[in-house]
T-cell receptor, first 113, second 112 residues
Framework: LAKTTQPISMDSYEGQEVNITCSHN???????ITWYQQFPSQGPRFIIQ???TKVTNEVASLFIPADRKSSTLSLPRVSLSDTAVYYC??????????????FGGGTRLMVKP | KAGVTQTPRYLIKTRGQQVTLSCSPI?????VSWYQQTPGQGLQFLFE???????NKGNFPGRFSGRQFSNSRSEMNVSTLELGDSALYLC???????????FGPGTRLTVL
């Protein structure tokens, strides 16, 4: 399983764009990159997933360079409610692989007023 | 559509006892995974069940076990509780296991 490395914590201010970068140097060909968000005392919540280039949904964008050894989660115009822990995960999403998602330490994002 | 539900939400036990936690997945989901979350170790994968069979297992002692029923509901059992088992236990369900995991609110277990 590919190991991921991401900053332990980040601070931002309301209205700013936040970029959280995740390193996954030994990502495998069949691996996808997935980001989850977790608020205190709640289960993680899926944010976005991608394989290469750029993926965008209503809450975030995910940028993946051609070598796929890193990825960047971009949160546009954050608000106080975006204060949470963000996890980057790498794993094979083919159905037969089953789930063995490994959550690293995550990045604790603090959004200040 | 109803989300993943876990019962009980809070539990207090003493060392040496055993505990059973329950998880009801989203309707139609066949994969149920369990995770342990502690401040020191973070979110750790316990095991995954798919179609009543344990398909993947994390690095936890045999005191941690689980099962899945034909309706995909799952239970997790921890025997001979230790103080270090105090944690938030999270259950997640998905269609196939490798697709998006939908997490429940968790069961907060305190071992005294």
């Amino acid at each position: 399983l590919a190991k991921t490395t991401q900053p332990i914590s980040m601070d931002s201010y309301e209205g700013q764009e936040v970029n959280i970068t995740c390193s996954h140097n030994n990502i495998a060909t069949n691996d996808y990159i997935t980001w989850y968000q977790q608020f205190p005392s709640q289960g993680p919540r899926f944010i976005i997933q991608g394989y290469k280039t750029k993926v965008t949904n209503e809450v975030a964008s995910l940028f993946i360079p051609a070598d796929r050894k890193s990825s960047t989660l971009s949160l546009p115009r954050v608000s106080l409610s975006d204060t949470a822990v963000y996890y980057c995960l790498v794993g094979d999403i083919r159905p037969n692989a089953g789930n063995m998602l490994t959550f690293g330490g995550g990045t604790r994002l603090m959004v200040k007023p | 559509k109803a989300g993943v539900t876990q019962t009980p939400r809070y539990l207090i036990k003493t060392r040496g006892q055993q505990v059973t936690l329950s998880c009801s997945p989203i309707s139609g989901h066949r994969s149920v995974s369990w995770y342990q979350q502690t401040p020191g170790q973070g979110l750790q994968f316990l095991f995954e069940y798919f179609s009543e069979t344990q398909r993947n297992k994390g690095n936890f002692p045999g005191r941690f076990s689980g099962r899945q029923f034909s309706n995909s509901r799952s239970e997790m059992n921890v025997s001979t509780l230790e103080l270090g088992d105090s944690a938030l236990y999270l259950c997640a369900s998905s269609w196939a296991g490798t697709d998006t995991q939908y997490f429940g609110p968790g069961t907060r277990l305190t071992v005294l």
